[in-house]
């Protein structure tokens, strides 16, 4: 077909593809962004090979009448007065002694069984594609969590002790926190709780001032609390996909002011939360007006000084991008890079990718460009899905069911404190990311060129967390194989958030701690834990003793700011855009 029949159609491919991009966006809206279609396809795909698997089959029919017979066994030693001999209950829900009483013993034992059939049914099953696979075996699995006694009434013994002993006091109390978190989500308030976490009163206190601010963020340079500091400056890049002072918190869980006591000058960036006008920012503008111009600030105000710098999570994976940028273009003006909770190479990204089939991501595709961007509510709802017995029904249990007040500290305080992503630039860091794995294979561009981690020669700190379910710590390691520069490698305990959160005074954190040099032959992940020694403690103390072995000499603090560059101090941190 020529170009001049194309112009005479009634219905150009642009408009076709403009119909089918409002249809789906629509639907999106329903869906929260999964496609229907992939969830069709992943379970025909796996219900038609198991019915054609017979073995299968009949080993599933054996594994049936097995936990039929052992939960027979368990309801027999059960009814007796100790409950001897039952195996033990892992489910972190069911621990309290009620639970190990009948009837309730054996609720709780079934729910196990019936979980580990949920696995065995959808795992395993010749021909079923490895994507579908996790797909039929995750959404089995929130049945399964559904469908748990702790979340039904008259199953859970909790709720019929305290119902009996406060003679249905929680019920009225519980409808009350229904209507009121009704009520507060209908006029855009803040969840109840929130009012003992203020932003730059109770949390976000450290003091410093806003020193440069763009579209795209501001940056906060922190008030110096030695008479001398560590000659190279700290430049921290948080994810947009969280505010910034995740990283200051109240003081005890203050990163930021834990480095500043340690005679570091430290920089950090503070986001702006992006509305539907910013739908057209994508990863070169959050690189070039983001990253970059940081450090362009950070070496006007502390001149002749190379950089500490440090990305948390998705600004991890930002600064990997800008580094390898910066090898390519013989810019040499980083000192070393910490990553925290950041993946460079998304081949095994963990469960949140089970989601993420080419038909969901055209679906959150649809849903993005409709609204301009994608909102908390969308992300919060996957991250909550891949624990939703924690994060979803145990708190709406104990809210609803018991009563209770939401008891909340003050990194529940940050999570409940949002963000949205653009549409261009989210759409482009799936793309580039979770679905093509370029930036792992050297094929990431940046301006029209491909950049490679491998060339990045500064000392690098990756640090994961052990029960990361946004960052899997084995998904985090894989820069000991990609790069080949001097790089430390800590493993601390704690998840994606609390791991990173967790000052000195913790009482619970443990951590391990090693460093391969250039030229080092490869250690896989379990072997690397089996060869270094579990310690106790926070691992920020090992961090910043890592930052002050590989720094110069002490000098005086820098100016704050410097106004004949055109960085004059605007205002006192937090700034703006943490309001946003």
Known sequence: MTDEDEKKRLLPPEKAREIDHQLRGQLAVATRGVSPVDVAAAVVDWAGHLALSPGKLLSLAESLARNGVELAKITSKAMKPNGEDLPQIVDRRMLSEDWQKWPFNVFAHGHRLAKALAVEATTGVDGVSEDHEQLVSFLANQLVEMASPANVPFTNPEFILTTREERGANLRRGVHNLAEDLRRKRSGELPQGLEEFVVGKDIGITPGKVVYQNRLFELIQYKPQTEEVVSEPVLIVPAWIMKYYILDLSPRNSLVRYLVSQGKTVFIMSWKNPDETDRDLGMHEYLHDGVMTAIDAVSTIVPKRKIHSVGYCLGGTLLSIAAAYMAREGDDRLKTMSLFAAQIDFREAGEITTMLGEGTFTFLEALMRKQGYLTMENMTGAFAALRVSDLVYDPAFQRYMLGKDRSLNDLMAWNEDGTRMPYKMHTE????????????????????????????????????????????????????????????????????????????????????????????????????????????????PAWNAWLDERSGGRVKPPSTGKAKAGYKPLRDAPGLYVFG
């Open 429 to 540: 860091y799936l793309r580039n990311c979770y679905m093509e794995n370029n930036l792992a294979e050297a094929r990431y561009e940046v301006d029209g060129k491909p950049v490679c981690v491998g060339d990045i020669k500064v000392p690098t700190f990756v640090l994961g967390t052990v029960t990361d379910h946004v960052a899997p710590w084995k998904s985090v390691y894989k820069p000991m194989r990609l790069m080949n520069n001097e790089m430390t490698f800590t493993l601390t305990t704690g998840g994606h958030n609390a791991g990173i959160a967790c000052g000195p005074d913790h009482p619970r954190r443990k951590h391990r701690i090693a460093t391969r040099q250039p030229g080092d032959l490869y250690t896989d992940p379990d072997q690397w834990v089996a060869q270094n020694e579990l310690v106790d403690g926070s691992w920020w």
